[in-house]
């Protein structure tokens, strides 16, 4: 596996990739676990080729969040990698990112429009711009032939998905299956952040996206109900803070009132100081 600090290498390298082979990209932030690696193991069953990058991306956290005590894993996420069978990796400071800068911001950001706005984006404001800009310029400098990304951030797939389809990337953005730990949680770089106490009560989120999925195959069909008897269990569970639990439309983020097959049921919730999502596509 080479490892890469700038982008005029990084292209150089991922030009050579595509002659001779399908080039897959999977971007993270590091701090791998199972979830990243199944992006790899998709990414290397589709393609010839496989490069990864690891950035954490200053645009994306707002002034109150966890730039600074987001996990970084470097060597340790090397290693997962290189195992993974990844070909190239690219491993860029924020300098070399964002080599022209206005504080933290870059003159020129990609602007997602309303969708930024709904579910992650109304709680954290320019948290989409953030992803959507450091995402196009991943693109551009690996032309990929296919981008993976995981289905835990669905929000983040609607924006992207926008993003790939009004701007004419010349790719396939392919979205892969959640993984949960044994007892369910779904797998985040913040996990490690929990106590033990807090991950038992985190354990109350893919609870209640169950009981919902049961509700729903039981026959119930009104979004408000879900919403109303999920809500319930959350607020029940002291030391939860519930962002938002919505039944929406996978591609627009839009609220909708009967849930049909294809429709996103979505939770996001703080527990302790740790900001955790989840969801499930209706059957």
Do not use: W
Not at 239 to 261: H, I, K, N, R
């Amino acid at each position: 596996m080479r490892i890469i600090g700038t982008v005029k290498e990084m292209q150089r390298e991922c030009r050579r990739a595509r002659s001779d082979a399908s080039l897959g990209l999977v971007p993270t932030m590091g701090a791998l676990h199972a979830g990243h690696l199944s992006l790899i193991e998709r990414a290397r069953g589709d393609n010839g080729a496989v490069a990864a990058s690891i950035f954490v991306n200053p645009l994306q956290f707002g002034a109150n969040e966890d730039l600074a005590r987001y996990p970084r894993t470097f060597e340790d996420d090397c290693e997962q990698l290189e195992r993974g069978g990844v070909d190239l990796l690219f491993a860029p400071t924020p300098e070399e990112m964002y080599p022209r800068v206005n504080g933290l911001r870059p003159e020129t950001m990609v602007d997602p429009g309303a969708i930024a706005t709904r579910l992650d984006g109304a709680s954290r404001p320019g948290h989409f711009a953030g992803v959507a800009t450091v995402v196009a310029k991943l693109l551009h400098i690996v032309q990929p032939d296919r981008a993976y990304f995981g289905q835990k951030d669905a929000a983040q797939l609607a924006v992207l998905r926008q993003m790939v389809r009004d701007l004419n990337f010349d790719l396939e953005l392919i979205a892969c299956p959640i993984v949960r730990d044994e007892d369910g949680l779904a797998l985040s770089s913040r996990n490690r952040y929990l106590s033990a106490e807090e991950r038992r009560i985190a354990l109350v989120i893919p609870e209640v996206l169950a009981n919902l999925r049961g509700r729903m195959e039981s026959g119930e069909r009104r979004s408000a109900e879900l919403v109303r008897a999920g809500e319930a269990k959350l607020a029940a569970e002291a030391g939860l803070a519930l962002d938002y639990l919505a039944v929406v439309d996978p591609e627009t983020l839009l609220p909708v009132s009967e849930v049909v097959p294809g429709m996103l049921v979505a939770i996001a919730a703080k527990v302790g100081e740790t900001r955790l999502i989840d969801n499930f596509i209706v059957g």
